[in-house]
């Protein structure tokens, strides 16, 4: 497991490319038969992918949290972005086509990951956060997720945002995440920005061509920086920084949240005119 510290906004101001995407980028999230996990401070939110092909994976504990198991004092969300596969807790087996999410909560012991055809394996991205409750294990699937439509495309930001792991679908304790598909044609997403000070965010950006690139859009409104995103790549966002993307196409996101407030909305907007 790969710890990562937080980052105070005076410092980020002087940090280089390579700095910032030390940082702030996670690559290589979906290694086969392996399971990679980043360790955040900001928060405490554990960012790992999996991508089983001629095994089943188990998460294993790391002796970063001085625990007994993965979710001894955590929630877990999954969302799978891969070919069919499941996930198994406690015994218990969910399967998850494409785009289809499982919420686990605390306490649940043995966590482990399978594809369905090893010629087309899942991608297992996840998310975990602190716990203080036990709430039960659920499968969410996209008729049963909530789904909001935002943007036009005069304006090049047309999505559709599937809120899976969201206070108006189920309880968690502090995790909240959920899916954006951008229409063919859009290309921006939170386009006028904000920040939320009482929760940090990771975007993890997938379905892009080989070719196609995100720029993602980060820091204080007044010191804005960039990082170039690819396919299957992850951004940390502190809860100080503005989080938006423009890519050369369009493509589709996960974004996952935790901190002390889950209000979808409650965002602190910045005006176009304050963003240097």
Known sequence: MEVRHAANPKDVKIYDTA???????????????????????????????????????????????????????????????????AVRVDGTEYSLATREALYVGKGAQEI????????NPSKF?????????????????????????????????????????????????????????????????TMPTHTHDRRMEVYLYFNMAADALVFHYMGEPCETRHIVVRNEQAVISPSWSIHSGVGTRNYTFIWGMVGENQTFTDMDGVPMSELN
């Open 112 to 119: 482990i990951f399978s594809s369905s055809d090893t010629a």
């Open 19 to 85: 700095r910032l995407r030390d940082d702030f980028l996670i690559d290589g999230l979906f290694q086969e038969d392996g399971v990679k996990l980043i360790y955040s401070q900001i928060d405490r939110i554990i960012v790992g992918g999996s991508k089983p092909v001629k095994k089943a994976v188990k998460l294993e504990v790391g002796a970063e949290l001085r625990a007994d198991y993965f979710l001894q004092r955590r929630e877990l969300g999954v969302i799978n972005i891969g070919g069919a596969g």
């Open 125 to 189: 991205y996840f998310n975990s956060a602190p716990a203080h409750m036990v709430y039960p294990t659920q499968k969410i699937g996209l008729d049963k997720a909530r789904q909001v439509q935002l943007g036009s495309m005069e304006d090049s930001n047309k999505r559709t945002i599937y809120q899976y792991i969201h206070p108006d679908v189920l309880t968690t304790c502090q995790l909240v995440m959920g899916l954006t598909i951008l229409e063919p044609g859009s290309v921006w997403n």
